[in-house]
Structures are given as C-alpha cells and as structure tokens.
C-alpha cells in the first residue's frame, strides 16, 4: 500500500492507497445511442485509499465536478422480479415496523421513484422524492396528489419540508464526504428527534472481501463497512439503532435516529477495522487473478469460434467489459430494462440488447454479472429455448 498524507485529506492522517484503476468511464449508467460516443466517453482514475481510524474507504483521485447527474442517467433494478420482490419486501417491512400509516415520507436520491411509491401505496403516506435523474411517469399520475417529486439533489433549501420517515438508498456512497449530505439533513431535521432515518449502501465487505471487484466503478467515490457507516452517522448527529447485511451481503441497511449533541448514541457492535485492512492488503493479487481468469475463459471461446454474451448492463457489467475490454468476444450485454434496450456500454462499446435478441444469436456462454440473479437469468434464457453454459463472474 503507498501511503498518503494528512494534507491530502486532512480528515485522516492515516490513508493507504490500496488498489489503483486508470481511464475509467464515470458514468456506468447514463444511456449512450451512439457506439463511438459510448466508446469515446467521458473517463477518470480511481485510486481508493483505506482509513484505519473510521473504516471508510475512499477513491482520492474522485473529482466531484465531472459528475452530473440528469435524467439520461438510467440505473433502475426494478425490471427484474427478483429485486421488485426485494424492494417489495423490504417496503413492506418498513412501514409496518415503523407504523408509517398516513405518514410524511422523504427519499433523498429516489431515482425514477418506484421505492417511495411503493412506501406511499402501502400505507397511505405522502412522499417527496429529490433526484434530478428523475423522469416523469404515467404510472406515477394517480398518486399525484400526494407524491411529488422534486428533479434536483437535496439540500438545506428543502429544510422546510418536514417528515415522519426519512429514506436513502444507494446514494450516500455518490458523495466523496459523507457530511456533505449528514450535516445538511441533520440540521433540516431540526428537533423533530423521532424522525426515522433509513439509509442503504453497496457492503464493502462483499465487494473487498468476497471479491465481488465489479462493484469498483468512478461513481462511488466511497465504501462502506458496517464500521464506517455507522461512525459517519454518529459523527454527524445521529444514533445507530442497527445495521443490517441485506440482499445476500451485496447491501447495508442502517436505521437511525436525530440526537441533540452527544447524547444517547449507541454502540453498535462492528467489525475490527484491522481485520479489513488486512483483506485490502491482499485485494490487489486476487483482483488480478480474477481478471487472468475471464480472459483465458474468453480466449478459449474465441479459439473455439463461440460467442459469448454478459447478462446485466449495470455497473457490475460495465466494469467488467470495460476490464476485459473484449468486444470481439462479447459482443452484446443483455438487460431488461427496456430504456437501456438498443443503447451502447459506456467505454467498451458493447450494444444492449433485450432477452429476445438471444433466439437469434444463440450464444454458447451466458455470463451473469450478478449471482444473485442467476436462477431468474436461466429461466429466461430457457423459456427461450436456449440451453447454454451460464457462469457468474
């Protein structure tokens, strides 16, 4: 690990650079309709640094203004049931625990809005959703009079709109200091102490320790473990109530309450941050050898005049094919989401294609780019006839 000091980030003196990746697409999910501009767009260098005193892991090449967000940016998992029934379940889980009935309900980040709509649909609560990717939806028009959705990032201007339930999914880890976006609720939050806070986040422990690398993209300038999570939380006005592994690790849900100062702030039992450190020293000869491994998977389809297709055009499948950088050999990703559907793969080129398209194309090989999905992803690919090889990344 090369070592950083306190004045490049005068928050830690104690920041190791772990893992470096060069020339990298910052957006993973904005649509591309033309194959050159995808090949040709914009790219940064991660360079992720680890913090032995809070756990938090950082990527200080991130440059925060290359970054905007608008409504081309497409990153919805809703298309697939599995995660509908995630979302669904975890919805429903929230609003009966925490009795939001007839409630005011906020989601900081919500996307295209489909998790606060289910939130307000099952108990007959009002919502506003902050995201400037957010598109207007016919779907959403029947709720219009107690759902509205505001197409920009939340901030202290918003303070004066006040809620029961408070949500973040997938949102914090956009954010290259957490307090950017802690202090600025805190203070909105006032001393409404019983607001609930619901954050989500991809689990660093999954993607460090379990070796799930694809999950290494520009647009998360953080990762977070259970450790650094809550400290962020605790550092910024809140006490921890739980942290949960979710979604079979992949995630981290945090729940959480305002305090005034000091008081009342739980300890909740973490990891030993040393125990990671000791993970991330050896991340970079498995991440290496795992790259060895796809390409001499992939070579071997060439030689044998096979063809090849990844399954799941989100981030895990972008920085896969942007990796590999194997468009002869992989020459489409597949997605059901019908807005990727005809688009192109930021960096790497490859079309985006719908599930049909493989009854013409027959491939040999289906890679899964999320092993959670594989069971849906085979079903699919039968129904359509096909009976090829699948393998998760």
């Known amino acids: ?16 650079i772990f893992f470096t990746m060069v020339d990298v697409p910052i957006y993973c999910n904005l649509l591309w309709s033309d194959r050159q501009a995808a090949l040709n767009c914009p790219k940064g260098d991660i360079k992720l640094a680890f913090c032995l005193d809070t756990g938090l892991i950082t990527n200080v090449a991130f440059d925060p203004n290359k970054l905007d967000y608008d409504q081309d940016y497409e990153n919805s998992l809703h298309y697939s049931p599995k995660f509908q029934q995630y979302a ?13 009935k007839q409630k005011n309900i906020i989601e900081i980040g919500c996307g295209k809005g489909d998790f606060l709509i289910s939130l307000c649909k099952l108990g007959d609560n ?8 957010y598109v207007p939806r016919s779907e959403h028009e029947p709720l219009a009079d107690r759902v509205q959705f505001i197409q920009d990032f939340y901030s202290e201007r918003y303070q004066t709109y006040s809620a029961d339930f408070i949500c973040c999914r997938h949102t914090l880890e956009h954010v290259n200091d957490p307090a950017k976006l802690l202090q600025p609720l805190r203070k909105a939050i006032g001393d409404r102490l019983e607001t609930v806070i619901f954050f989500e986040v991809p689990n660093a422990l999954d993607t460090f320790r379990h070796l799930a690398v694809w999950d290494i993209i520009y647009e998360h300038c953080c990762y977070f473990v259970p450790a650094s999570l ?15 592994e979710v979604f079979n690790g992949q995630f981290l849900c945090l729940e959480a309450l305002p305090v005034n100062g000091d008081e009342g702030i739980a300890a909740v039992e973490v990891e030993s941050l ?6 991330l020293a050896t991340f970079t000869s498995k991440f290496n050898a795992k790259l060895a491994f796809w390409w001499d998977k992939l070579a071997q389809i060439a030689q044998k005049g096979q063809k090849a297709v990844a399954w799941g055009a989100g981030s895990k499948g972008v920085t896969f094919l942007n990796l590999l950088q194997e468009r002869d050999t992989v020459e489409y990703i597949v997605d059901l989401n019908p807005r990727k559907q005809g688009k192109y793969v930021a960096g790497s080129g490859q079309q985006i294609v719908a599930p049909e398209f493989l009854k013409e194309y027959r491939p040999e090989l289906v890679i899964i780019m999320n092993p959670i999905y594989e069971s849906e992803i085979c079903q ?5 006839g096909l009976n090829p090889e699948f393998m998760c990344v």
């Open 380 to 384: 699919l690919t039968r129904d359509l």
């Open 126 to 133: 009002r919502g506003v959703g902050f995201d400037p990717s």
């Open 88 to 100: 669904q379940s975890l919805a429903q889980d929230l609003v009966e625990r925490h009795q939001l």
């Open 230 to 244: 809550v400290q962020a939380f605790v550092n910024n006005g809140f006490e921890v109530k739980q942290v949960n």
């Open 274 to 279: 040393e125990a990671i450190r000791e993970d």
């Open 1 to 16: 690990m090369s070592h950083i000091s306190e004045s490049a980030n005068p928050k830690s003196v104690d920041l190791d």
